[in-house]
């Protein structure tokens, strides 16, 4: 069983909008700290956001402003709300959960933005 499940990908044009959400499982969700990476065509895997264990939040230079991370805790979800999307975030978009044994990954779901 997925104990990380991402939804919400899809194409958008420049400039959009999109909301990717992440179902954890209660044990990551309880135990990790909860974040996002994205992988550009051609590119390594990148950070995006993490809300640490400790509540405490981050962001990529290149998202910051533009993106929102966000967890419902009763529902062991997160979120990640881009907003003024530009093509160069075109990416799979992985959901992580950053636990002490290490990183659990989601499948990962597309996001395409084009002009």
Not at 29 to 36: E, P
Not at 43 to 57: L, N, Y
Request: charged fraction near 15%.
């Amino acid at each position: 069983q997925a104990q990380l499940v991402e939804s919400g990908g899809g194409s958008v044009q420049a400039g959009g909008s999109m909301t990717l959400s992440c179902q954890a499982s209660e044990n990551l969700f309880r135990d990790c700290g909860m974040g996002w990476y994205r992988q550009p065509p051609g590119k390594e895997r990148e950070f995006v956001s993490v809300i640490h264990a400790v509540g405490s939040i981050e962001y990529a230079v290149p998202v910051k402003g533009r993106f929102t991370i966000s967890q419902d805790n009763a529902k062991h979800m997160v979120y990640l709300q881009m907003s003024n999307l530009k093509m160069e975030d075109t990416a799979v978009y992985y959901c992580a959960a950053e636990c002490y044994a290490g990183v659990v990954w989601g499948q990962g779901t597309q996001v395409t933005v084009s002009s």
